[in-house]
């Protein structure tokens, strides 16, 4: 028997299905709540509500689990490379031999951008924030490719395939211009017979005579890292992705609009803030356990624990903490961020203040520490994530407009200003 949910309105009892979804979760649909009863639900931040249907990614935070088209993150992080993850993510399916193949090649031969992109790089002041000059430069990147950036839904769509691999392989040519832009160096060229992080590092930090040699599996760690940030459900860039394309806007316009969200330190600025706090507790000569009280005490905040959706271990905590300890070994790096960075886990997750509250390490806790060691910019960070995103930005842009029953998303709100007030001449005021 079909489940309803019940709602009473004064004397008045209205019935509404109750929706199940793959894994068991239950929403009540509410799509009709305003014409049957002019009653709309208030719910700030959207933390209760459900915003669509989608068969990307499911989490449940309670229990810690991340799954990418039904596979754990922990499986992928083991099997599989950030290529056939975005791959799966963005069609649901792994690729076979011959079509990874093909995505890996369209991908290698589009990681150039035209010269004029260059030219209009150069007009950003060397002091730019590098999410605004990636932002602009995405959106500007459509222009050149006005086929696949129509607005016309049905002809963005004929030519899907192609964009996607353009904007998977572009952003990191266009984040390699950014970091050599800003550091006063001539960009480098990528090379087909790389692979995508370790084409990535090359466009970074090779020299015009001097290719960039990786010795420490650095470029394997980049790809997990970008790999754990593939997808990640309903977050606040993933929703204004699905919100721009909901208005009939082209892929590139609708990722540029996600790398704005992303752009603010309560979403993407994560792994950063991490960065600096561990930095400054290193600078007043303390090892963590005095950050710890301080943070208990309410006199510092504890950045890289806790997360909005899990309530539980973020399962990519665990697997970046393990990749991180490895590549500071490997580098031979003496980092004493990492050392306060364990003493801090250790300390939150041996300390009842932080179990009861369920304050666990997040991702961004040690994706920092790979960042760092990697010689990205603290300022880069948030470059990275978003380099990590594109394909569930992608496959959410997809997802909408492929649904022929997709409206374009309208909020309602509360409106708390003043009644209805007489306009009064500006010579009586």
């Avoid at 060229?189 to 005579?209: I, K, T």
């Avoid at 003493?343 to 520490?369: C, H, T, W």
């Avoid at 649904?403 to 003043?418: E, K, L, V, W």
């Amino acid at each position: 028997m079909d489940k309803k949910a019940t709602i009473t309105i004064e004397d008045q009892s209205y019935e509404y299905p109750v929706m199940v979804g793959t894994e068991n979760e239950h929403a009540i649909d509410l799509r009709s709540l305003r014409k049957d009863t002019g009653h709309i639900t208030f719910d700030e931040g959207y933390g209760n509500t459900g915003s669509c249907e989608s068969e990307i990614t499911f989490i449940d935070g309670e229990k810690g689990i991340l799954r990418n088209r039904g596979y754990s993150i922990e499986e992928l992080a083991e099997h599989s490379f950030f290529i056939e993850t975005a791959y799966l993510i963005i069609y649901g399916e792994l690729p076979t031999n011959d079509e990874l193949s093909a995505f890996r090649l369209n991908i290698a031969h589009n990681a150039n951008v035209h010269t004029r992109l260059e030219n209009f790089m150069l007009g950003f002041p060397r002091r730019s924030s590098p999410m605004a000059v990636l932002s602009s430069m995405l959106n500007a990147l459509g222009t050149y490719y006005p086929q696949m950036a129509s607005n016309n839904r049905q002809q963005d769509l004929e030519y899907f395939d192609d964009a996607a691999a353009f904007l998977i392989s572009k952003v990191r040519t266009l984040a390699a211009m950014i970091y050599r832009n800003q550091t006063g160096q001539p960009y480098i060229y990528p090379r087909n017979d790389l692979h995508y992080a370790g084409n990535f590092l090359h466009m970074m930090f090779s020299e015009p005579y001097h290719d960039y040699e990786d010795r420490s599996g650095l470029t394997n760690a980049l790809d997990l890292f970008f790999m754990l940030h593939a997808d990640h459900e309903q977050n606040c860039s993933t929703s204004t992705v699905r919100m721009v394309a909901s208005s009939g806007a082209n892929l590139f316009a609708s990722i540029s609009a996600g790398v704005c969200a992303l752009w603010g330190p309560l979403h993407g600025g994560a792994n950063t803030a991490v960065v600096r706090m561990l930095e400054e507790i290193y600078r007043t000569g303390d090892d963590g356990s005095k950050f710890i009280e301080n943070a208990k005490n309410g006199k510092a905040k504890l950045m890289g624990f806790g997360h909005r959706v899990y309530k539980n271990y973020d399962p990519r905590a665990k697997i970046v903490g393990r990749v991180a300890e490895g590549i500071v070994q490997k580098m031979g790096i003496k980092d004493p961020l990492l050392d306060i960075a364990k003493n801090l886990e250790q300390a939150a997750l041996n300390d009842d203040y932080f179990v009861e509250r369920k304050l666990y390490p997040n991702v961004d806790f040690y994706s920092g520490i790979i960042l760092k060691a990697a010689g990205i910019p603290v300022d880069m960070f948030t470059v990275m994530f978003a380099i990590g995103r594109m394909p569930g930005w992608i496959a959410n842009w997809r997802e909408i407009a492929l649904n022929p029953a997709s409206r374009i998303h309208r909020p309602r709100q509360i409106y708390t200003g003043s009644h209805l007030r007489p306009y009064v001449p500006i010579d009586q005021r």
